[in-house]
């Protein structure tokens, strides 16, 4: 029997890459993504739905699947601010988890990062922890948690800091102490969140950078 997945953050780097994978699967028999401008694909397994962030409890009824990936991002400058930041990276995404749980989705797969931890000092870092342990509450029957470093990839839109990173971070990774902030793709990303959600887990799972790469 396929299986439904929904995705939210469908339209970023893993987002793109992780829709494109479960088109290609037999597992998966319908992909709902959830965004806030349409954004058509070229499959008939995906159905686009837009709907308002700042009202997802309005749209309950499209969190009704087996899997939630859970791919939202954005940077301050995009946002406006640390306060915006959050509320696409932190609350829209708690609350999506939040819709999905009480519709009984089974599997809940996050994008994290290297360094998430709800006491940092560094304000990305601090959201990301706190989401992660937001969600680690609900009643899923699984949660598997991706923390990567710096994603290389075609963005739609041109991350000034991350693409200087791109160009500096694979240099100064050869340092061998550096290794585990070495960049990674959303494809690599995306292939190994599809590739677990395809087999059998442990109810609460952390992948870090080292076992997100598929050798």
Known sequence: MTKKAIVIGATGLVGRAIVQQLVNTDYIGKVITLT??????SSTKVLNQ????DQLDNYLSLFDGDFLFSCLGTTVKQAGSI???RKVDLE???KAAELAAKNGVSHYLLVSSTGANGQSNNSYLKMKGELEHRVSQLIFKRISIFQPSLLLGERTQIRLG???GCWIMPIICIIP???RF???TGEQVAAKMVS???REGASREFYRLDEIFIK
């Open 36 to 41: 806030r401008r349409s954004s058509p694909h």
């Open 50 to 53: 837009v709907v308002d962030f």
């Open 83 to 85: 306060n915006g930041q």
């Open 92 to 94: 829209y995404q708690f």
């Open 162 to 164: 991350e693409k200087m």
């Open 177 to 179: 102490f550096l290794r």
């Open 182 to 184: 070495r960049p990674i």
């Open 196 to 198: 677990i959600s395809q």
